[in-house]
């Protein structure tokens, strides 16, 4: 569970908002949010200065008296996640947004930022201490212990476990443990549904393991991949779990469940290209459906995925070597190059356009407010301080009048469709970039020979397992 401290602004609210939204610690502002305010420090500072001013009376920017603290114009909190909590940058700034809402109200205004320039993921909040509706949010301890609670709370929800105490029995379980308990769930069985859920949404083994972690799993590498569930008291070996959940077969099942689906080869009919598709075909039913294809690589041995990982590992590769007409590793190596710089460029341009977009929305969103005032013969307090608000950020932003509006939408309706199309381009990179690259390491290991001597490795190891088990 996240740690929630706070820190209570005085004077210095703009260095504070310009701390937090350091393009260096937040992915180049990808992870920042805003709510009631634009998210850059110079808008956000005008509008909360506007909010205090109006219901305080006092000035933002006033220096600290020469006797006592003087007001707190904001609070700064800060919500800092254990590396134990496995929370990705994107899952932690979803639940700072759920906790602003939820803590503070949707009149609150308040700035987000997720920071990943640490080992550990944390999330700034600096929210002015007046709502718009003229609601005063105070920080002592009382208030602090509130506001833990809510984010506790939170993260419940998000799937993070507080820990609670068992009555009766003086030491902590963990919530998981006593709601898996009660119902009696079986580990190996949660562990294989977890695994099987997983397997049709991750890119590869790292992956898997990663998001099992972030469930709260605790992950062993050795020769073997053990598992444990937060509530276990012993370690899985996946290879426990059933023929489908050795290393092996989970690599496979990641690897090659899409590859060939779609593809069509150019050219004559030939067997072999035949026998490609046959093999992909299959491939893709056992990644789907858990069912066993009868064909052995030895046929005297019973059957396991181990048995026949090879030719379908091989065949799927060729395929996909035949149908994008590779003739040799130089050649491969430089598609992967080029995916790999593709790739990065889609990268970094989403995350650019998605900066934009979140900027386009914000301005809207206080475009429309405007525009819905201005046209209201009478207005109550609060819309007068929602006008004068977003009268600032329009005019910070040359917004001045309808067809300014009209164009500002036209922009987002642009970025929006171009955001849709990055999309594709990156998640299209990123499959084809990992299908390769696994292509050319099967390939030098072809090349350097270790990849039949492991076969004839593997080979010996079966001869040799099936005479000790006769022989008991």
């Not at 703009?14 to 610690?25: E, H, T």
Request: charged content about 30%; aromatic content about 8%; overall charge positive.
């Amino acid at each position: 569970m996240p740690y929630v401290k706070s820190i209570p602004i005085r004077v210095t609210v703009n260095k504070s908002l310009a701390y937090i939204l350091n393009s260096d610690k937040t992915e180049n502002l990808l992870f920042t949010t805003s709510l009631n305010c634009l998210t850059n420090a110079k808008d956000a500072y005008l509008s909360m200065k506007t909010v205090f001013e109006h219901f305080s009376g006092e000035k933002f920017n006033a220096p600290l008296p020469t006797k006592g603290k003087g007001s707190v114009k904001a609070i700064h909190y800060i919500q800092s996640f254990a590396p134990q909590d496995n929370v990705s940058p994107e899952l932690a700034h979803r639940i700072a947004k759920a906790f602003a809402r939820k803590t503070f109200g949707d009149d609150c205004q308040v700035v987000i930022a997720t920071h990943t320039d640490r080992q550990h993921v944390h999330n700034h909040l600096i929210i002015n201490t007046y709502s718009l509706t003229g609601q005063k949010f105070n920080d002592n301890q009382k208030t602090l212990k509130r506001i833990r609670e809510y984010s506790d709370r939170v993260c419940l929800a998000f799937g993070i476990k507080p820990i609670i105490t068992k009555n009766g029995q003086g030491k902590n379980l963990a919530y998981n443990e006593w709601e898996n308990k009660k119902r009696g769930t079986s580990w190996k069985e949660k562990i294989r549904l977890e695994i099987d859920r997983l397997i049709g949404i991750v890119i590869n083994l790292d992956e898997l393991l990663s998001e099992l972690e972030a469930l709260g799993y605790t992950i062993k590498k050795g020769k073997y991949i053990s598992v444990k569930a937060p509530e276990q008291e012993r370690f899985v070996r996946t290879k426990t779990l059933g023929e489908d959940y050795t290393e092996e077969s989970l690599i496979s099942r990641i690897r090659w469940r899409d590859v060939g689906t779609s593809a069509t080869l150019s050219g004559e009919s030939a067997p072999i290209r035949d026998d490609y598709i046959r093999a992909l075909n299959e491939v893709t039913e056992l990644a789907r459906t858990g069912r066993k294809i009868p064909r052995k690589r030895y046929r005297s041995e019973p059957y396991s995925p181990e048995n026949d990982l090879d030719v379908y590992k091989i065949s799927a590769q060729l395929s996909v070597i035949n149908r994008d007409n590779i003739h040799s590793i130089g050649e491969l190596e430089g598609k992967i190059q080029r995916l790999k710089s593709k790739y990065e460029n889609a990268r970094r341009e989403l995350n650019a356009l998605i900066v934009k977009q979140e900027k386009l929305e914000g301005l809207t969103e206080q475009a429309e407010t405007y525009f819905s005032l201005a046209d209201k013969s009478e207005l109550s307090d609060t819309e007068q301080l929602s006008l004068k608000i977003c009268r600032q950020s329009l005019l910070n932003n040359n917004i001045s009048d309808r067809s300014d509006f009209e164009r500002l939408k036209a922009v987002q309706q642009e970025t929006d469709k171009k955001i849709a199309v990055l999309k594709k381009t990156f998640e299209d990179c990123e499959g084809m970039y990992e299908v390769y690259r696994d292509i050319a390491d099967t390939y030098y290991s072809i090349a350097k020979g270790d990849y039949v001597s492991k076969l004839i490795d593997k080979k010996k190891y079966q001869i040799e397992y099936k005479k000790q088990t006769l022989s008991k």
